[in-house]
């Protein structure tokens, strides 16, 4: 086997124990982010590649594409379906939600608030498309790739609570997470899965802020 291929798939097997994690009641699920991130610029480093899902200057061409705007735009309109049910017909949701972020998300501080959600955002798209989902695409197609990689990234987000509020929020997770998964096969481009994933968290922590506070 290509010695970059058994780097990838290590990564690939680290990452989804440590999003395994969570359902054991052991919550590092977070480093599962720091490995795809650490393996995806091994990786790119060992393959000697100026950009490997990361291309800043490529992000100019795709905003100025319509049509990629409807994908980058669809996150957010799940996320508008997700708050406006949970407010009628599941209102423990926005609790369940605010306490899965809280540890690390400064909600008190604004600035401080965009940034982590930029960064956040940014790190899991470069650790689960740039990198798990690239990776994974090697070994099966690119359906079966977005999905699985999106049931292990929802799965690293699972907290603790009733099976009506987890099973909630791990299925809109899934969604929003095949959407990115989407436009980064569409792209290639973390730059611009983070915009999408960006702009929906921006919208979920204003409504979570507005509920708590």
């Known amino acids: 086997m290509n010695p970059n291929r058994s780097k990838g798939l290590v990564g690939l097997i680290l990452m989804t124990i440590f999003s395994f994690s969570n359902l054991v009641g052991v919550n590092i699920a977070g480093l599962s982010v720091i490995v795809g991130i650490t393996f995806f610029f091994i990786h790119r480093k060992l393959g000697k590649r100026d950009s490997d899902g990361l291309d800043i200057k490529a992000i100019r061409t795709y905003v100025k594409q319509k049509k990629i705007w409807f994908w980058i735009a669809l996150p957010l309109v799940m996320n508008i379906i997700c708050f406006s049910l949970a407010v009628l017909f599941l209102p423990e949701f926005i609790d369940h939600i605010h306490s899965r972020t809280e540890f690390v998300i400064s909600f008190d ?26 990776q994974l695409r090697k070994y099966i197609p690119i359906i079966p790739t977005i999905i699985l990689t999106s049931i292990i990234f929802s799965l690293g987000h699972f907290a603790v609570g009733s099976a009506a509020v987890v099973s909630y929020d791990i299925f809109f997770i899934f969604i929003n997470s095949v959407i990115y998964g989407i436009i980064f096969h569409k792209t290639n481009n973390a730059w611009i899965s983070t915009i999408s994933h960006f702009i929906a968290n921006v919208y979920s922590v204003i409504l979570i802020s507005f509920f708590i506070f």
Do not use: C, Y
């Open 109 to 134: 501080k604004l600035l401080l608030l965009v940034l982590q959600l930029a960064i956040l955002a940014l790190g899991e798209e470069i650790a689960w498309r740039a990198f798990f989902q690239n």
